[in-house]
């Protein structure tokens, strides 16, 4: 079946960003609350999980950001949540994808950090399972018994 001229293939996030630079608009984010944070409890089994069925090309990286426009921190929050990356922290996400994924977000990133004058910094860091079975988890209301997952049977 071949497509009408008026129909078209969809456009990619990065193609929209860089339609709306040419165009000189200014992005107004929908009402989508991108700041919020899951629970700790929700985050540490999240980290805990990423690495169940890792597949052969699968790889498991961090994304930090340090970015000052609220407008592009915005879209850059709901694209790799889009992406299948998690928020650990404000400025944190988690992600475990193919390797084509992880250079495909690395592209989209460094093009849009190319498309306005910054200051900002992004950084995308893979990580192997050693390194997510080492992390030390610290902080208030932290589920220890569920960031060690040792269950103790007491039986008298």
Known sequence: MTKNKK??????YLHKMLAIKRAG???RPANV????????????????????????????????????DDKVRR???KYLLKK?????????????????????????????????ENSDSIIMVPVSTDVVNNMKLMGANVDMELVTKNKNTLII
Not at 7 to 12: F, G
Not at 36 to 50: A, F, M, Q
Not at 104 to 116: F, G, N, V
Request: charge should be negative; avoid cysteine.
């Open 7 to 12: 129909q078209r293939d969809p456009l990619s």
């Open 25 to 27: 608009i200014s992005i």
């Open 33 to 68: 609350e991108v700041d919020d944070l899951d629970s700790l409890n929700v985050r540490i089994e999240k980290i805990l999980g990423i690495q169940q069925n890792l597949k052969s090309t699968d790889m498991i990286y961090f994304i930090m950001y340090d970015i000052e």
């Open 75 to 77: 879209q850059i929050v």
């Open 84 to 116: 299948g990356a998690f928020r650990i922290q404000k400025s944190i996400f988690m992600a475990r994808s193919e390797r084509a994924l992880f250079h495909e977000i690395h592209q989209a990133l460094k093009t849009i950090s190319e498309l306005y």
